[in-house]
């Protein structure tokens, strides 16, 4: 089962960028053998899709975050990223990486590994 660790989050002003990295250790480490996820939960929110990749298929993003947000991932390093530019205080949640099986379409597939997740602020 592969681990996961999420960093890079912190508090920005709106119209500020984050990026975002997740690292994943472990047995069968290797990110290029998933789907990558990045979702997010604010308060008293459901859980919500942010984007996905995986070396089989394109990048996709939510509606809410297309033109703003990058998501790829380096596999030398192991490591997942969403570069997160333009924030608006919507985008105010907790971030989780999450990694599932290998497939070209990643918002089909149920994501078992979750990091712990990093916080997000964004003050208008």
């Known amino acids: 089962q592969v681990q996961l660790r999420e960093s890079g989050g912190g508090s920005v002003q709106a119209g500020g960028s984050l990026r975002l990295a997740c690292t994943a250790s472990g047995y069968m480490s290797s990110l290029s053998g998933y789907c990558l996820g990045w979702f997010r939960q604010a308060p008293g929110k459901v859980r919500e899709e942010v984007a996905f990749?995986?070396?089989?298929?394109?990048?996709r993003y939510a509606d809410a975050v297309k033109g703003r947000f990058t998501v790829s991932q380096d596999n030398t390093k192991n490591t997942l990223y969403l570069q997160m530019n333009t924030l608006k205080p919507e985008d105010n949640a907790m971030y989780y990486c999450?990694?599932?099986?290998?497939?070209?379409?990643?918002?089909?597939?149920?994501?078992?590994?979750w990091g712990q997740g990093t916080q997000v602020t964004v003050s208008s």
């Open positions: 999450a990694a599932g099986p290998l497939s070209d379409r990643c918002e089909l597939v149920s994501f078992s590994a």
């Open positions: 990749i995986s070396s089989v298929g394109t990048p």
